[in-house]
């Protein structure tokens, strides 16, 4: 082993590091969200014989195409996934925030790219799902590809699958700042600027790609010139537009988990659901040929006033229903679009009822029928930051910022008070995934035993005499001595306040032994996350828990965990996130270390009181917060160095190697100065 070198962290260098890779992963989210298009474009022309969209192909085919085309995508993408990723399970934006807060959970490649060409051919045929759910998933795909490839720790994963997502939204709606606001406000609930920051960079760079494909002009919807939403009373029923919209939306999210009941009910094969559910939306098509695909060509109609009110008021039933019997069926593919067209129909209609009733107020239909689209789209996602900057993006008129702020929170407040969860939380809540929790409660979660137990706890046969167990109390200084078996299982613990009256007296009487004083201890395992452990630490008396391992049936006492470990965990996540653990980053001219940003490696001189005892006695690490790696011996053929064990005896210890905080090892030095 080479020379150990220590290298002060450099913040300057991680955080242009973050930002040239939410470059990559955005440029690259882009040109995935023009080439899956293209194959949808591709597909599409193939199935119709025509170019445009499903919408305009379908108005003109007899109705047997309108039912049998989309029936007929269902099978396909059914038989796809089952040739190429049998076992993959629908993923979506829940499944990325379960990866995002949990930290453990791994996108893998595969699943998520079969499930993209299987959504091709849904979409393709008229399936009522938007594509920007699979844009998004392979996007995040390749993130989290780049991250692990990288050997990231937890935290920049998330961050870089972050970017993922932002780029995929950013490019499948022409929207950068949306997509960022997207994956602050609901995936990482967080607009901290080192992790905004690259979600900004990496959804810029998405749209940039991805208009260098396209062109400057990659509108997603025809948007007309007159928005304006002037005057109190306008802006008082933009408000009331809102309220309606919450509680619409909370009947959107109703309608499509009973489409997924509806199908969970069905023991059959994913080919014969998915071919159902397009049969179901082919039917519906029947009538109402607008319902087929996404929804981007009815919401551009609606918005330029080319759908009659009878057939918008059509639409705003029929969309929802399609859209639940697509996606509860098992197709692939996304809700979002759907959802702004219906908002578009809740918009529209809203401004023929106020035109009607109120013709002093009335407003250009399109204007209310973007406002409804922001404020469903909030009360889906819970999201009303998110959902007025993409409405902002796709109109370019930021004379609507005070009706869209006014109507988004409405519909958010409103859609919270009727349902506890949003569009995306409601799976994962299901499933006992923690959500809605702050970055402290994440933290609990996700930190095992494992990863903080001390190997050095003291034990002692349950046969050891009291006076042994007297004079371990007496060197060691500790409060705890742990009581174990034979085989080295936990028997029990010895509270220092249980002997205390022995202390000072040699015990007299019957011989007693551990076993007679000790109380009873469970202990932990490594496996247990520090929130199943927490509670044991709400009596304020207990200061540390003892961590064992099943051997052959039996709880063997392993080591430790204390109250000051677990604070420190927290601190570490919570406080100063971007403090990491010391780790090794190179071989170039020996092992070079990185530590966090004011921490330090020192030599400590060992005093001559402490020589004594031993390193644990000493109480080193737990009083002063510092690590000690290496004890300093001097012998005859020069100076050894051993390893740091909380048993060791320091009687022939030279000095200590310890890392920690500058202060505290300052602090420690002092006190080793100082005379006993």
């Not at 070198?5 to 990559?24: D, G, H, Y």
């Not at 998110?386 to 930021?398: A, G, Y």
């Not at 927490?534 to 965990?561: A, K, N």
């Amino acid at each position: 082993m080479g020379v150990l070198k220590i290298l002060p962290e450099r913040r300057a260098l991680a955080t242009t590091t973050n930002f040239l890779l939410a470059a990559v992963v955005g440029a690259l989210g882009g040109v995935l969200a023009v080439g899956f298009q293209l194959l949808v474009d591709l597909a599409q022309r193939a199935v119709t014989g025509r170019t445009g969209t499903f919408v305009d192909a379908a108005r003109e085919m007899p109705w047997w195409a309108r039912v049998g085309l989309p029936a007929l995508g269902g099978l396909v993408a059914a038989l796809v996934i089952r040739f190429f990723a049998p076992r993959a399970k629908p993923f979506g934006i829940s499944g990325i925030m379960e990866a995002v807060s949990v930290r453990r959970r791994r996108i893998k490649g595969r699943p998520i790219v079969t499930r993209a060409a299987a959504a091709v051919a849904v979409i393709s045929t008229g399936g009522s799902v938007g594509r920007e759910g699979p844009i998004v998933q392979l996007a995040a795909a390749f993130a989290s590809k780049l991250a692990r490839t990288a050997k990231f720790e937890p935290a920049r994963h998330s961050l870089l699958l972050g970017c993922g997502v932002a780029a995929g939204m950013a490019a499948a709606y022409n929207a950068p700042l949306a997509g960022a606001f997207f994956v602050g406000e609901v995936i990482l609930a967080s607009f901290a600027i080192e992790i905004f920051a690259p979600l900004v960079v990496s959804s810029v760079f998405a749209a940039l790609s991805m208009r260098a494909i396209r062109g400057s002009d990659a509108a997603v919807y025809s948007m007309p010139t007159d928005l304006s939403i002037d005057g109190f009373g306008p802006v008082m029923l933009v408000l009331v537009l809102g309220l309606v919209a919450g509680v619409v939306a909370v009947g959107f999210q109703r309608v499509l988990r009973s489409g997924a009941k509806l199908f969970a009910r069905f023991d059959a094969p994913l080919e014969v659901k998915l071919a159902l559910g397009g049969l179901a939306v082919g039917l519906i098509g029947t009538q109402v040929p607008e319902v087929f695909g996404n929804g981007y060509t009815a919401t551009s109609d609606i918005l330029d006033g080319r759908l009659v009110l009878g057939t918008v008021a059509l639409l705003l039933l029929a969309k929802p229903i399609a859209t639940a019997l697509s996606v509860g069926s098992g197709a692939p593919g996304g809700v979002f679009t759907p959802a702004l067209l219906a908002g578009a129909c809740l918009g529209a209609l809203f401004a023929a009822a106020v035109g009607r009733t109120w013709p002093a107020l009335a407003t250009p239909d399109a204007a209310f029928a973007v406002v409804g689209m922001a404020s469903l789209i909030a009360g889906l996602t819970h999201a009303p930051i998110m959902s007025m900057v993409m409405i902002l993006e796709l109109t370019h008129d930021f004379g609507l910022i005070l009706p869209l702020v006014l109507a988004t929170v409405a519909s958010a407040l409103v859609a919270r008070w009727l349902a506890r969860d949003s569009i995306f939380t409601e799976s994962l809540r299901a499933r006992g995934v923690p959500i809605d929790v702050g970055i402290e409660d994440l933290t609990l979660r996700r930190v095992r035993v494992r990863d903080l137990v001390r190997s050095g706890s003291l034990a002692l046969s349950w046969s050891a005499p009291l006076a042994e167990v007297l004079r371990r109390f007496r060197e060691t200084r500790l409060d705890v001595i742990y009581v174990v078996g034979d085989e080295g299982e936990l028997q029990g613990l010895i509270d220092l306040h249980d002997v205390k009256e022995h202390l000072n007296r040699e015990p007299t009487g019957p011989t007693r032994i551990a076993a007679d004083v000790m109380q009873p201890a469970a202990g932990v395992t490594g496996e247990m996350s520090l929130a199943e452990i927490m509670p044991s630490f709400d009596d304020p008396e207990l200061e540390e828990l003892p961590v064992v391992e099943i051997r052959h049936g039996r709880r063997v006492l392993v080591g430790r965990i204390t109250r000051r470990d677990l604070i420190a965990a927290i601190h570490l996540e919570v406080v100063q996130n971007q403090a990491r653990r010391t780790k090794l980053v190179g071989e170039r001219d020996g092992d070079w270390v990185e530590l966090p940003e004011g921490y330090e490696v020192a030599e400590i001189e060992l005093p001559e009181r402490w020589r004594g005892g031993t390193l644990e006695s000493s109480g080193v690490a737990r009083e002063h917060g510092v690590t000690v790696i290496s004890l300093v011996e001097q012998d005859p053929a020069g100076v050894k160095r051993r390893a740091a064990e909380p048993s060791t005896p320091l009687a022939s210890v030279r000095s200590l190697v310890v890392v920690g905080k500058h202060e505290d090892i300052e602090a420690l030095r002092v006190k080793a100065q100082a005379k006993a």
